[in-house]
């Protein structure tokens, strides 16, 4: 298995599709025969070779030199190996992902990791709506696997999660973790109104207090031990609960039956 990298020989004048383009697809298809893989391209299908200059790339890496926001699905589907996008991306990267590396050094459209199962992506810019979460008419959000973003997102990240972890650095927008049943998100900056509404279980952590839905109840501040063992247990949150001996604790939301809390430390 060998490395690909993909450089737009111009700027796209339509959304471009690449999912389904994982590294273990590409890294085991000659140079050749990725020129001639037919991608959705607007509203027809175009030889890759028309929209790329393809190379090689180190061992296992699919490299996309430049990003550009009308690149849609960028490693959607994958379940192995390593994808780095230098700039940003548009919607449904890391859609569905199960396993592997995805990093992407700008910013990222829509639906970002929404339903991955596994995995691991780190994004450097904001995220728009629905991050980690679930896709139009899905019952399920992100079940396992790391979503770790650097800036802030949009709203409803998180929506129907059901496991895993999300990180946002920056801000989230409305609606949080709503209809969340597992799974930890943490939340570095300001969280916007009516986070965890229907939340069933899981847990949030954030730095202050945000506008909870009336089903939360606040049971106080607490000595929690799990928070130090959850902090070695999980690299990621080892920065975040660093010297946390005690939290603010709300339950709910408790007018759905949730179980579900909000941490503020």
Known sequence: MSGVSLKPRAAFEARVDLAG????LACATSLRELEHHSIPYGAKAVP??????????PEGVLLVEIGD????GVGAGMSGGELIVDGR??????FGMSGGMLRISGEAGD????????GRIELAGNAGAHAGGASSG????MSDGVLKIAGSVGPRAGARQRGGLILIGGDAAEGLATGMIA???SVAGSVGPLAGRGMKRGTLLVSALPDLPAGFADTGTHDLVALRLLARRVPDLAGVLKDVTQARRLVGDTL??????????
């Open 21 to 24: 383009l994982t590294p273990a």
């Open 48 to 57: 890759m070779g028309e929209l790329f200059f393809i190379e090689g790339a």
């Open 69 to 72: 926001e009308r690149l849609d």
């Open 89 to 94: 991306v548009g919607a449904w990267a890391g």
């Open 111 to 118: 639906f970002l990791g929404a339903e991955m199962s596994g």
């Open 138 to 141: 899905s019952r399920r959000g």
């Open 183 to 185: 799974g930890t998100v």
């Open 256 to 265: 759905m039956g949730g179980q579900g809390e909000v941490l503020v430390v």
